[in-house]
């Protein structure tokens, strides 16, 4: 992958390194809204927006969409600081209809796969049509479980690091760099 230039001085203490510089960002999805197109342009698809971390990739990927879609929100949590709990809490799914939905899954990670295999069991239980997960990165680590779903459309995979910025969070600071950056601990 591309380096993402200079970490801004203001971020030097908290970010040790740019992956994916903001230009980056808005060219994959503009690439990615084109691949989904090709599948989705006259099925309606309700994106199932997974709170916190993906809330900027969601917001910039609804706008480039050029063909019908309803979004919902719901929260997933796994982290605690920088560490997988290993258990998901997922929240705001009581309203949503999923009965015959062409569900697309956005997420802002996937890293070892929990969180994407709960929500997965999930709504297949709740009776989607079909479901798709499009998540932003995809971080390649030998911690991912064997029985992960295929992550159908990903912008971008990065090295096993943990990672702040465009949505993602350390104990839900620094959501709001506008870049993919490498956290120091
Ligand atoms: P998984 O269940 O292990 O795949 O983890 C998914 C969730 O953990 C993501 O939706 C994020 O909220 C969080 N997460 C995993 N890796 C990172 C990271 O590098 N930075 C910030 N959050 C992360």
Known sequence: MQSGGEVPME????????????NNIAKRISELSAQLYLHYSTLNPLLIVVLKGS??????LSRSLTFPHQLEFITAKSYSGTESTGTVQIQGLE?????????IIVEDI????LTLS???????????????????????TVRRKDSVP????????????????????????????????????
């Open 150 to 185: 295929i992550i159908d459309y990903i912008a971008f995979r990065i090295p096993d690091k943990f990672v702040v910025g465009y949505g993602l969070d350390c104990d839900q600071k620094l959501r709001h760099l506008p870049f993919v950056g490498v956290f120091k601990k």
């Open 55 to 60: 809330f900027m990739f969601a917001a910039d």
């Open 110 to 113: 996937v890293d070892t796969g």
């Open 11 to 22: 971020w030097r203490y908290t970010v040790s390194e740019v992956l994916i510089g903001s």
């Open 118 to 140: 709960r929500l997965y069991d999930t709504f297949a239980g709740a009776g989607a049509a079909s479901i798709k997960c499009c998540s932003f990165l995809e971080k390649v």
């Open 95 to 103: 309203n949503a209809q999923l009965s015959d939905r062409h569900v």
